[in-house]
């Protein structure tokens, strides 16, 4: 089964400058969606997220019953450059969240695969929870699949291990 970030491998066309909207993909590592810092969906989608992190701390700290996971993305800058990158083995604390960062960066250098780090309550770009094979949250996922064509959607929907609902807001075993 292929994890979330491997899911959203898909073909692109390679650039030697990749552009918005292309999707790069990497040797041994998650593949890479470029977005312009202007996107209005991932704008909205980033503040949807950040609407909504409230249900994602509640299930967070009630624990998963069925062994889902839960994840945040962040925002990481350095020297004129951003990325936003997923964290695992997530914990919250006095509004930070901790982790640990889940795949090689793109464009900066630090940090890296397996570096702990801190995201604020009101800077994350996203939470994602798996919840009994079907993703909640996941706002920039959503966004990112729905861009997808007919064909790309098909290939996701087969190879990803989990499934993409319309309910957004986790049951939290509920």
């Not at 570096?115 to 996922?141: C, F, H, M, T």
């Amino acid at each position: 089964t292929l994890g979330l970030m491997d899911a959203l491998s898909l073909p692109c066309r390679r650039t030697a400058k990749p552009r918005s909207g292309d999707v790069v993909e990497r040797d041994g590592n998650p593949p890479v969606a470029i977005v312009d810092e202007n996107d209005a969906g991932m704008n909205q989608a980033i503040a949807d997220a950040r609407k909504s992190v409230d249900v994602f701390i509640r299930c967070l700290v009630a624990g998963r019953p069925d062994g889902g996971g839960h994840s945040i993305k962040g925002e990481f800058k350095e020297g004129g450059k951003s990325e936003h990158m997923w964290l695992s083995d997530v914990t919250y604390r006095d509004g930070v969240f901790h982790g640990v960062i889940n795949n090689e960066p793109f464009e900066i250098h630090s940090p890296r695969l397996g570096d702990a780090v801190q995201v604020p309550k009101d800077q994350i770009s996203d939470w994602l929870i798996v919840e009994n094979g079907q993703v909640r949250g996941g706002y920039s996922v959503r966004l990112e699949i729905g861009r997808m064509d007919k064909s790309q959607r098909r290939e996701f929907d087969k190879s990803a291990g989990f499934q993409m609902t319309e309910q957004v807001l986790p049951d939290c075993g509920q």
